[in-house]
């Protein structure tokens, strides 16, 4: 039976991410359908940032709900954080701090992007612990096992969150739902 991919043109169905070796590249607004390994590439980098701050940003947020601040932190919930550092202005030195990471990243994107450089998304210059140099069939175990552990990462964050917005519950979040009353 043929393989049909939803990126429509079957360009990404072998790319380490992808559904799997039957469904291909899942793309299902078409965002790269038309094969453009820059746009992809862009994608890609942007799906492994974002899963990385939403692995550590599950940790934290389940972290100061079970009682671990930072010194000098108000002591408040995690849904509760935001409001409260916005209104103390400390939102305003997070997003400066933050700024003054990533500002140095936009130029190897732009490297990346132009093929000036090989690059690969998301490769911070930082070496598999336990990949040997050439062993590419453990460094394609890994590479999946980052981009699944991103994307559970983005879910499940925004289910915590969601969770303790709907219940009001302290972690693990659940309140009532288990008794049928949210």
Same mark, same amino acid.
């Given at each position: ?6 990126? #429509?043109?079957?360009?990404? %169905? ?22 453009? =390994?820059?746009?992809? %590439? ?11 701050? /939403? =692995? #550590? ?27 409260? +550092? ?42 598999? !612990?336990? /990949? ?8 394609? !175990? ?24 709907? +219940? ?15």
């Amino acid at each position: 039976e043929a393989k049909t991919s939803t990126a #429509l043109n079957g360009a990404f %169905d072998n790319e380490i991410g992808a559904a799997s070796a039957e469904l291909g590249c899942w793309d299902p607004l078409g965002y790269v359908s038309d094969g453009n =390994q820059e746009r992809f %590439d862009h994608l890609r980098g942007v799906e492994l940032k974002h899963g990385r701050i /939403c =692995q #550590l940003a599950a940790f934290g947020y389940a972290a100061v709900d079970n009682g671990f601040t930072a010194l000098g932190a108000p002591k408040v919930s995690s849904l509760e954080a935001h409001d409260v +550092t916005v209104k103390s202005g400390h939102m305003l030195l997070l997003l400066f701090v933050i700024a003054m990471v990533e500002a140095p990243s936009y130029t190897a994107i732009h490297e990346m992007m132009s093929g000036q450089s090989d690059r690969k998304p998301g490769d911070l210059g930082i070496p598999y !612990k336990f /990949c040997k140099p050439g062993d590419e069939a453990t460094m394609k !175990k890994y590479q999946l096992a980052e981009i699944t552990h991103c994307r559970a990462a983005m879910m499940g964050f925004s289910g915590m969150v969601t969770a303790s917005a709907a +219940t009001g519950a302290p972690f693990p979040y659940v309140g009532d739902l288990f008794n049928g009353a949210v």
